[in-house]
T-cell receptor, first 113, second 112 residues
Framework: GAGVSQSPSNKVTEKGKDVELRCDPI?????LYWYRQSLGQGLEFLIY????????KSGLPSDRFSAERTGGSVSTLTIQRTQQEDSAVYLC???????????FGAGTRLSVL | DQQVKQNSPSLSVQEGRISILNCDYT??????FLWYKKYPAEGPTFLIS?????DKNEDGRFTVFLNKSAKHLSLHIVPSQPGDSAVYFC???????????FGKGMKLTVNP
């Protein structure tokens, strides 16, 4: 596709359940990023991939959060045993290696009841 | 500790006038700055950027000014149009790091 694609666009889950969020970056972009935006806050960095490797995982808030990337393309962010404070919009971005500009998808709105 | 601050949560201007959006930062290691625009239910869209070696960058109606000594940047939109109504985020990147650090955003409303 032309842009960064994320699915699902909305996800409602019960506290304690696991969720998987998917990101399909722009074709040819080797760098992929996950951010989240909580209500009234700016975007908060979670993790950065270059190819299939994650040289910067410093933003993952707890060990319940993990992410992987396969084939240098699609990435999945997994949140285990979701908590209400995990409710946020999860945004994925991609860029060329060494590129300064990150291009964002529309995000997945996660609501944990 | 917020490293990028957008202290005004909202701004309202008349169509045709200038909009000035401000951003302050605390980390002197930031060397690249970006502005993103976000409409509801959409992802942020890149607008304009500036490297720390410059003090001004212009692209059509949008100009970004950087004052490194004051650790301050601003986005000027002239003339403002109703379609510019959105939330604007200031973001910064530190040399050697790939992550962007974002401000909380400012909602701009341009009235016809």
């Amino acid at each position: 596709g032309a842009g960064v694609s994320q699915s699902p666009s909305n996800k409602v889950t019960e506290k304690g359940k696991d969720v998987e969020l998917r990101c399909d970056p722009i074709s040819g972009h080797t760098a992929l990023y996950w951010y989240r935006q909580s209500l009234g806050q700016g975007l908060e960095f979670l993790i950065y991939f270059q190819g299939n490797s994650a040289p910067d995982k410093s933003g993952l808030p707890s060990d319940r959060f993990s992410a992987e990337r396969t084939g240098g393309s699609v990435s999945t962010l997994t949140i285990q045993r979701t908590q209400q404070e995990d409710s946020a919009v999860y945004l994925c971005a991609s860029s060329f290696k060494g590129g300064n500009i990150q291009y964002f998808g529309a995000g997945t709105r996660l609501s944990v009841l | 500790d917020q490293q990028v601050k957008q202290n005004s949560p909202s701004l309202s201007v008349q169509e045709g006038r200038i909009s000035i959006l401000n951003c302050d930062y605390t980390n002197s290691m930031f060397d690249y700055f970006l502005w993103y625009k976000k409409y509801p239910a959409e992802g942020p869209t890149f607008l304009i950027s500036i490297s720390s070696i410059k003090d001004k960058n212009e692209d059509g109606r949008f100009t970004v000014f950087l004052n490194k000594s004051a650790k301050h940047l601003s986005l000027h939109i002239v003339p403002s149009q109703p379609g510019d109504s959105a939330v604007y985020f200031c973001a910064a990147r530190q040399g050697g790091s790939e992550k962007l650090v974002f401000g909380k955003g400012m909602k701009l409303t341009v009235n016809p």
